[in-house]
């Protein structure tokens, strides 16, 4: 992306850095500003994302690595920054790096972590959806300014699926509804071709479960999430927004995300 890219921002939306060294991370994204200097992003989060047993094996002691996640992040910084004297570990590349480190969060801890260290913040709304105004409304009344951001600065994730008309967006979001699904479900699957009349097969708890879970998802023709769009972020105050697409077919999800683009141009302001 950074190679076929000129001014665009590049990065992770999310390492999840309990499985991960400080140091090995931070050569890595040194390499990626080394590459395409000044538009690097880094997303911190700290949950593992994946069974225990892959966890272990990645990191033997996950309950510690969990536990350090604000002294890793800590370090990851330090060696991404300007060589402190004394310094015996250094990442290279990665010293004097610009890359900008973002943490991320689905409850107050992360929001109260990227207010004490004054770092930008993104939650997943996209699939936590319950603490999104508490978390953001913490982060900004707690945040202490830092040399890598003068002032808070959040970014909310949500769904969206954008297509030709409300029903065609409907169809294709049935993918994202299966999976959430199965989650609730406690069963493994690979994504699912989307399904007809899917959600309205479901009995009414199963739907509650679904539309909890998927409350910030923004589906629909261009004016449909237009309107959408706008009802959120009159409550949602945010300086950026992620967007996820959780679509079955790669062409469709290329698409929804060309119409997504067009859409969310409309509330861009410099």
């Not at 936590?128 to 909310?156: G, I, T």
């Amino acid at each position: 992306i950074g190679a076929g890219t000129k001014s665009i921002r590049i990065g992770a939306g999310g390492v999840m850095l309990p499985n991960h060294s400080p140091l090995i991370i931070a050569e890595q994204f040194g390499t990626l500003d080394a590459l395409y200097p000044g538009r690097v992003d880094l997303g911190l989060g700290r949950a593992p994302s994946t069974d225990q047993a892959t966890a272990r094996a990645l990191r033997r002691d996950l309950r510690a690595a969990a536990e350090s996640f604000p002294e890793d992040v800590q370090e990851l910084q330090m060696y991404l920054g300007e060589p402190q004297a004394g310094q015996r570990v250094r990442a290279y590349p990665g010293v004097g790096s610009e890359v900008q480190t973002w943490v991320l969060g689905s409850s107050l801890y992360g929001a109260q972590l990227a207010a004490y260290l004054g770092v930008p913040y993104s939650f997943a709304s996209h699939f936590a959806p319950n603490m999104l105004h508490d978390a953001l409304r913490v982060y900004r009344q707690q945040f202490k300014p830092s040399v890598y951001a003068q002032k808070p600065h959040a970014m909310p994730a949500v769904n969206m699926v954008v297509a030709e008309t409300d029903e065609e967006a409907r169809y294709w979001f049935s993918t994202h509804q299966q999976s959430v699904l199965a989650l609730f479900r406690n069963r493994s699957e690979k994504l699912q071709a989307p399904i007809e009349g899917f959600y309205d097969s479901l009995n009414v708890s199963e739907q509650h479960a679904v539309d909890g879970h998927l409350r910030f998802s923004f589906v629909g023709s261009e004016k449909t999430v237009a309107f959408q769009l706008e009802q959120f972020l009159a409550k949602v105050p945010v300086d950026e927004l992620m967007v996820h697409a959780r679509l079955f077919d790669v062409d469709v999800r290329i698409e929804s995300l060309r119409r997504s683009a067009k859409v969310l141009k409309q509330f861009v302001t410099n």
